[in-house]
Structure formats: structure tokens, C-alpha cells
């Protein structure tokens, strides 16, 4: 197996703490970074001394240069709006063969996850992160630092925790869903998929599908226009 990480995408903030955390869980050095828009990453990407890394442009995506990938290869995401994660995979995902066993969960090695736990492939776990008895997570799911996942919850595809979110027992959080920094939400709510939670919010009770809701009482402001 390679031990090249094929990143899709690119936003030059998250490079640093997606790479940091590869070579944290996984020993990994060695970097292909994809870019599926034209960034500049030289202002806020600062790489170790010791990482190999090689920067691809790709405009338009039909154009990737598929001889620098291993059919064998380990890929992850560099992104961190759900919907854009989940449109990035399936541009990508028409042009190689691409499938969800070939993105590693990287976790850190502080993060505690309870053996009943389980995550899913293409998950990024942070420092700090407690993941307790009983939960689920689906592919892609990004739990930021500092972060609480209860018992018994499940987080859907392409779901993103922001730092410090406290999630409840039982709590269920849709696809494509993103919620904001220093968030708590009660036992038993359900959060429908493509929805915007604002940060520091209080989540009391069950939120639609396809909406940005924030405040204390968590509230639901209007319809978030993006979709996966």
C-alpha cells in the first residue's frame, strides 16, 4: 500500500491540521495535495521540514493527472463545508475508482473513543475528542478539538463538529450537517441533514432538514440554500 496521502480538494487553512493529523495517527509524511480550485496555499500553509509534498492544480477537475495516483492509494479531505465535502467526492469519484475503504478514519492519539463506538472510513478525529459508548459515525464525518459525542448517537455522512460541540445520549445528526463552534444539544434531538447550526447555540429540540438555525434556545432563522 502507498504510503502517499492523496488530499482532495483544498482549503489552505485546514492543510496544516489534516496533515498534522495524518502524521500524528498514522506516521504519514508523504502528500499529494489536489487542488479542485485555484488558492494560494503560501500564506497560511506553513509545512514541517520533514514533509514531501507535491501541489496539483486541477481546472478543470476532468483533467487530473491520473498517473500520480496508486489504485492502492490512501486518500482524505481538505475541506470543511459538508456540502462541498460531499460534491468534492463525487466529482472525483467520476473521473477514478475511488471507494470508502480508501480513506483512512484519522484519529488523534488523544482523542478517547469507546470500543462500541464505531467510525466510519474518511472520519477525522481532532485532539480532545470524547466519543462515547454505543455511537456511530458515518464516512467523512470531521469531529473537531475538544469535542463530546454522547452515548448512543449518530452522526450521518459528511457531518462536521466545530471545536467544543457537546452532543447529548441519543442524539441524531443528518447528512451533509454542519454545527457551529461551543454548540450543546440535548438528549434525544434530531437534526436533519444539510442544516447550518450557528455556533453557540442550545439545541432543545428537533431541527428540520435543510435549515440554518442558531441562538439560545436553538432556533430555526431560514432554509440553508447549499446541497450535497
Not at 490512501?74 to 463545508?81: I, L, R
Not at 463530546?148 to 449518530?154: A, E
Not at 453557540?200 to 435543510?210: E, M, R
Request: net charge positive.
Amino acid at each position: 500500500m502507498s504510503n502517499t496521502l492523496y488530499i482532495l480538494g483544498c482549503e489552505p487553512t485546514l492543510l496544516n491540521s489534516l496533515m498534522e493529523l495524518a502524521e500524528e495517527s498514522m506516521g504519514m509524511t508523504h502528500f499529494n495535495i489536489y487542488l479542485n480550485i485555484p488558492v494560494s496555499i503560501g500564506n497560511v500553509f506553513q509545512p514541517l521540514p520533514h514533509w514531501e509534498y507535491k501541489v496539483y492544480e486541477i481546472s478543470p477537475l476532468n483533467t487530473t493527472p491520473k498517473e500520480h495516483f496508486k489504485t492502492d492509494g490512501q486518500f482524505a479531505f481538505s475541506m470543511g463545508d459538508s456540502s462541498v465535502k460531499s460534491i468534492v467526492y463525487k466529482a472525483f469519484k467520476q473521473i477514478l475508482p475511488l471507494n470508502r475503504k480508501q480513506f483512512p478514519p484519522l484519529i488523534h492519539p488523544s482523542a478517547i473513543i469507546s470500543r462500541s463506538a464505531k467510525v466510519g472510513f474518511g472520519a477525522q478525529i481532532e485532539p480532545q475528542t470524547t466519543i462515547s459508548a454505543c455511537s456511530t459515525l458515518g464516512f467523512g464525518v470531521n469531529i473537531k478539538r475538544n469535542s463530546s459525542i454522547g452515548h448512543h448517537c449518530t452522526l450521518e455522512d459528511f457531518v462536521t463538529l466545530n471545536p467544543g460541540v457537546t452532543l447529548s445520549s441519543f442524539v441524531h445528526v443528518g447528512k451533509g450537517t454542519r454545527i457551529g463552534t461551543g454548540t450543546s444539544v440535548r438528549d434525544h434531538v434530531r437534526i436533519g441533514e444539510n442544516c447550518m447550526i450557528g455556533m453557540g447555540s442550545v439545541v432543545l429540540k428537533d431541527i428540520p432538514a435543510n435549515s440554518v438555525a442558531y441562538g439560545n434556545p436553538c432556533k430555526v432563522q431560514k432554509q440553508n440554500p447549499l446541497r450535497s
